[in-house]
């Protein structure tokens, strides 16, 4: 079965300070991921995916994530925290079915809090 | 940008009450969703919604609930007789398709529902 594990579910950092969000994923096939980040009020936003090829992703805002094959993770990172990246980071497998469409597996989330 | 929206931001009701919770998806997407995240839990799928039906649902989408896309814009779901455990965020999302290998799905800003 299909689940995603976020192992920090709260983590602070200072502004400008660099960033690692965890991300492991249980999947039997070629696991399509993505990062999704909520501010408070906002929708789910889509930070950044992966499908396939370069196992480094560019999302926006500056953010970055390895897909690790070998450990099954799919960390975020970002080398210089900014205040406005306080907020919730989702990370999610999705899967595809000839039968039913797509859906998607979400981890518990992490809080990012980014001190002065 | 197109988003996924969401109405209201946040509903009170009473243990027994029906509440509906709408959505309007992004206009060129086809295929719809609803989602929940229990406080502190996992974000969970609830249904998948294409054509008019049903494409897939979980566990939890049990007969207390229902979904319906009344007119061209709208999409809602019903919780007919709420409970407790019903309290949660519920997030709607849309996709333009559901194929291979996956879509990017796109969320609404979610809908907090307490149930007392």
């Known amino acids: 079965a299909q689940s995603v594990t976020q192992p920090d579910i709260h983590i602070t950092v200072s502004e400008g300070a660099s960033l690692e969000l965890r991300c492991n994923y249980s999947y039997g096939a070629t696991p399509y991921l993505f990062w999704y980040v909520q501010s408070p009020g906002q929708g789910l936003q889509l930070l950044l995916k992966y499908f396939s090829g370069d196992t480094l992703v560019q999302g926006i805002k500056g953010f970055e994530a390895e897909f690790k094959r070998s450990q099954s993770s799919f960390n975020l990172r970002k080398p210089s925290v900014h205040w406005s990246d306080a907020a919730e980071y989702f990370c999610a497998v999705g899967k595809f079915s000839s039968n039913t469409g797509n859906q998607f597996y979400f981890g518990t989330g992490t809080s990012l809090t980014v001190i002065p | 940008e197109p988003e996924v929206t969401q109405t209201p931001s946040h509903q009170v009701t009473q243990m027994g009450q029906e509440v509906i919770l709408r959505c309007v998806p992004i206009?060129?997407?086809?295929?719809f969703y609803w989602y929940r995240q229990i406080l502190g839990q996992k974000v969970e799928f609830l249904v998948s919604f294409y054509n008019n039906e049903i494409s897939e649902k979980s566990e939890i989408f049990d007969d207390q609930f229902s979904v319906e896309r009344p007119d061209g814009s709208n999409f809602t779901l019903k919780i007919r007789s709420t409970k407790l455990e019903d309290s949660a965020m519920y997030f709607c999302?849309?996709?333009?398709?559901?194929?291979?290998?996956?879509?990017?799905?796109?969320f609404g800003p979610g809908t907090r529902l307490l149930v007392l």
């Open positions: 999302a849309s996709s333009e398709g559901s194929g291979f290998p996956v879509e990017t799905q796109y």
């Open positions: 206009s060129n997407h086809l295929y």
